[in-house]
């Protein structure tokens, strides 16, 4: 069975600062994987994906990931946090019938 | 122009009552999803429907039976509401493969008394 696991659930940076998120995941096979953002009252938008090739992922945003078969992790980073990006970012893991399995997020709090 | 649209976006009643959420997509995409958010945040798939067919239903309770009359439109029922269902559902849409990307509605805030 496929899952996703976030160890940090709260995370707080100040506004300049870099920011990575962790992500872990199990999966019998290469996996798909997602990062989504979720603003408060707002659905899922999707950040970036990762499914072959070059490990490191650009998205949107300024964000990017990497993905690390290894340690089966796929962390997020960006270099410098504004504050409109205060959220919470889900990692999850899809596969091939197209179910997606989300961790339990990771609530982003930036200070000014 | 709104990509996947729910109705409503916020929904209260009462235990017992049954209640439908409705879900529609305008991108053409071939496969529909719904999502249930706790409030804890977990979010969990509960059914997928491709071309009008369920091809993913977790263990979710026969109360909640989603209904696809096109491609475009996946709707929830949920018969004999409980306050356990309280929860944020959210459809989404995407074509059927494994790399494509699920675009999210808004979401439908259910809140049973």
């Known amino acids: 069975a496929q899952s996703v696991t976030q160890p940090d659930i709260h995370i707080t940076v100040s506004e300049g600062a870099s920011l990575e998120l962790r992500c872990n995941y199990s999966?019998?096979?290469?996996?798909?994987l997602f990062w989504y953002v979720q603003s408060p009252g707002q659905g899922l938008q999707l950040l970036l994906k990762y499914f072959s090739g070059d490990t490191l992922v650009q998205g949107i945003k300024g964000f990017e990931a990497e993905f690390k078969r290894s340690q089966s992790s796929f962390n997020l980073r960006k270099p410098s946090v504004h504050w409109s990006d205060a959220a919470e970012y889900f990692c999850?893991?899809?596969?091939?019938?197209?179910?997606?399995?989300f961790g339990g997020g990771t609530r982003l709090m930036v200070k000014p | 122009d709104t990509a996947v649209s729910q109705t409503p976006k916020y929904l209260v009643t009462q235990m017992g009552n049954d209640k439908s959420i409705k879900c529609e997509q305008n991108l053409g995409h071939d496969t529909m999803y719904w999502y249930k958010q706790d409030s804890k945040k977990f979010l969990k798939i509960m059914f997928s429907?491709?071309?009008?067919?369920?091809?993913i239903n977790e263990t979710v309770p026969n109360r909640f039976s989603p209904k696809s009359p096109d491609k475009a439109h996946l709707n929830l029922h949920i018969n004999s509401l409980e306050l356990g269902d309280s929860a944020v559902y959210f459809c989404?849409?995407?074509?059927?493969?494994?790399?494509?990307?699920?675009?999210f509605g808004p979401g439908t805030r259910l809140t049973v008394l």
């Open positions: 999850a893991v899809g596969n091939r019938g197209n179910m997606l399995t």
């Open positions: 989404a849409s995407s074509q059927y493969r494994a790399t494509d990307t699920q675009y």
């Open positions: 429907y491709n071309n009008k067919e369920l091809i």
């Open positions: 999966y019998g096979a290469t996996p798909y």
